[in-house]
């Protein structure tokens, strides 16, 4: 497949789609490569923030998800290791939509804006260059004004860029899976998340159901999860068995699935002359909590803007880029790095045991139940 646009975007998940639809929509050629064919599944929780949601409504395309199945989160609890709860009520409601579902609507609403989607199509290879970037692939030769690589954490933008992918220990691995019959939890349309002494940097999540199905899963940093010799299928295993009465008759939709977050590090995300990457591929996750679509969407809006700007000064050379990227960091990346250090925190309360502690209670109350500890949620609706 030959061809040229002005804009060419790698990946059509949450961060090439907002950029595509916003650009496209803006007037702009884009094309969109993605090796899979839609509709795809991403492993993922499924978890959509309440400030996700507002992204999608400022993209004009939440009437469109929710016409498909999800469910609606009013609250989170955290569940500590001895049982008791904390909760925090949102402001505006989050989503939980299946990726299967929401990446869909949103190929269909790039589509819609006028953008070309082609699918089933894998780049090897970015050229940077401040004018005529390039893509390549077995099947792809593609030139174009601007590059955004948004195809996930082995982005091929790295190695155009010249930077290392990021180290292991950079990393966040997940393991989820779809219960069925799970009995009800203690409230309705709330998220569950449990810390536990055996899972430092990290926790197990139980999701309201869609379609019957709950999102169950757990997360933890790389550097954690290597401390110990287990596997992610063991410590998902260990996770359930740490809670027989929530998890008691429930029965396993399809398989187990594994995956890998780029956590976010307060440094500027890769770019070049004429490419800029977003979402995973810039690596923007929270570390705390393993969000990452509301980075991804945001990143999109970020690049968007500026790509407009490039488009119209004519090239997007080195130092234009490296100040998209600035902007995507100071926004995105560095605010989720610094969540780390709350990570840190509550490890050290679980660990050393005094979350039972009626002070240190009241002030993980304070600090979790109020959204203090939680910028985004505090900020919600925005
Ligand atoms: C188990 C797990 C649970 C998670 N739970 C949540 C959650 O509940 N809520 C939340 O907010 N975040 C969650 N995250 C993080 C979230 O899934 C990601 O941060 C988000 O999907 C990033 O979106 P993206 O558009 O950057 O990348 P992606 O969604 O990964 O999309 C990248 C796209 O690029 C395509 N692609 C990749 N390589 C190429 C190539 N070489 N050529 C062409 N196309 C390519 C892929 O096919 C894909 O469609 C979770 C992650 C994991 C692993």
């Given at each position: 497949?030959?061809?040229?646009?002005?804009?060419?975007?790698?990946?059509?998940g949450p961060?090439?789609a907002?950029?595509?639809?916003?650009?496209?929509?803006?007037?702009?050629?884009?094309?969109?490569?993605?090796?899979?064919?839609f509709p795809r599944d991403k492993?993922c929780?499924d978890?959509l923030?309440?400030?996700?949601?507002?992204?999608l409504?400022?993209?004009?395309v939440l009437?469109r998800v929710l016409e498909r199945s999800h469910a609606?989160?009013?609250?989170?609890?955290?569940?500590?290791?001895?049982?008791?709860?904390?909760?925090?009520?949102?402001?505006?409601?989050?989503l939980i939509v299946p990726r299967l579902l929401l990446d869909a609507a949103l190929r269909d609403a790039?589509?819609?804006?006028?953008?070309?989607?082609?699918?089933?199509?894998?780049?090897?290879?970015?050229?940077?260059?401040?004018?005529?970037?390039?893509?390549?692939?077995?099947?792809?030769?593609?030139?174009?004004?601007?590059?955004?690589?948004?195809?996930?954490?082995?982005?091929?933008?790295?190695?155009?860029?010249?930077?290392?992918?990021?180290?292991?220990?950079?990393?966040?691995?997940?393991?989820?899976?779809y219960?069925?019959?799970?009995?009800?939890?203690?409230?309705?349309?709330?998220?569950?998340?449990?810390?536990?002494?055996?899972?430092?940097?990290?926790?197990?999540?139980?999701?309201?159901?869609v379609d019957?199905a709950?999102n169950?899963?757990?997360?933890?940093?790389?550097?954690?999860?290597?401390?110990?010799?287990?596997?992610?299928?063991?410590?998902?295993?260990?996770?359930?068995?740490?809670?027989?009465?929530?998890?008691?008759?429930?029965?396993?939709?399809?398989?187990?699935?594994?995956?890998?977050?780029?956590?976010?590090?307060?440094?500027?995300?890769?770019?070049?002359?004429?490419?800029?990457?977003?979402?995973?591929?810039?690596?923007?996750?929270?570390?705390?909590?393993?969000?990452?679509i509301?980075?991804?969407?945001?990143?999109?809006?970020?690049?968007?803007?500026?790509?407009?700007?490039?488009?119209?000064?004519?090239?997007?050379?080195?130092?234009?880029?490296?100040?998209?990227?600035?902007?995507?960091?100071?926004?995105?990346?560095?605010?989720?790095?610094?969540?780390?250090?709350?990570?840190?925190?509550?490890?050290?309360?679980?660990?050393?045991?005094?979350?039972?502690?009626?002070?240190?209670?009241?002030?993980?109350?304070?600090?979790?139940?109020?959204?203090?500890?939680?910028?985004?949620?505090?900020?919600?609706?925005?």
């Amino acid at each position: 497949m030959r061809g040229e646009s002005d804009v060419l975007i790698v990946g059509a998940g949450p961060a090439g789609a907002a950029a595509g639809i916003l650009l496209a929509r803006a007037g702009v050629r884009v094309a969109v490569v993605d090796r899979a064919r839609f509709p795809r599944d991403k492993t993922c929780g499924d978890a959509l923030s309440n400030r996700a949601v507002a992204r999608l409504a400022d993209l004009g395309v939440l009437g469109r998800v929710l016409e498909r199945s999800h469910a609606t989160v009013r609250a989170a609890h955290a569940i500590l290791p001895d049982g008791t709860h904390i909760e925090r009520r949102y402001p505006t409601p989050g989503l939980i939509v299946p990726r299967l579902l929401l990446d869909a609507a949103l190929r269909d609403a790039l589509e819609q804006s006028g953008a070309e989607v082609m699918e089933g199509v894998s780049v090897r290879r970015v050229v940077a260059d401040p004018t005529r970037p390039r893509a390549l692939g077995a099947e792809l030769d593609w030139r174009a004004r601007v590059v955004l690589a948004a195809d996930g954490p082995g982005s091929v933008a790295w190695e155009a860029t010249g930077r290392s992918p990021p180290a292991p220990q950079a990393l966040g691995i997940a393991i989820t899976t779809y219960l069925e019959e799970l009995p009800a939890g203690l409230a309705p349309a709330v998220s569950e998340h449990y810390f536990e002494r055996f899972l430092p940097s990290g926790y197990g999540w139980v999701f309201p159901a869609v379609d019957g199905a709950s999102n169950v899963g757990v997360y933890q940093t790389v550097d954690a999860y290597k401390r110990r010799e287990t596997r992610l299928d063991a410590l998902l295993a260990q996770f359930l068995a740490a809670h027989p009465e929530r998890f008691r008759g429930a029965h396993a939709r399809g398989r187990e699935r594994t995956w890998q977050l780029p956590l976010a590090r307060p440094t500027l995300p890769p770019s070049g002359p004429g490419l800029l990457t977003l979402g995973d591929a810039a690596r923007l996750v929270d570390p705390l909590s393993g969000e990452g679509i509301w980075h991804a969407l945001e990143s999109g809006f970020i690049a968007a803007q500026g790509t407009l700007a490039a488009l119209e000064r004519g090239r997007l050379d080195a130092g234009a880029a490296r100040a998209i990227a600035g902007r995507i960091a100071l926004r995105v990346g560095v605010p989720a790095a610094a969540r780390r250090a709350i990570q840190l925190g509550l490890d050290a309360v679980i660990r050393s045991g005094v979350d039972d502690l009626p002070l240190v209670k009241k002030l993980l109350t304070l600090g979790y139940g109020s959204g203090a500890l939680d910028p985004s949620h505090a900020r919600a609706g925005r």
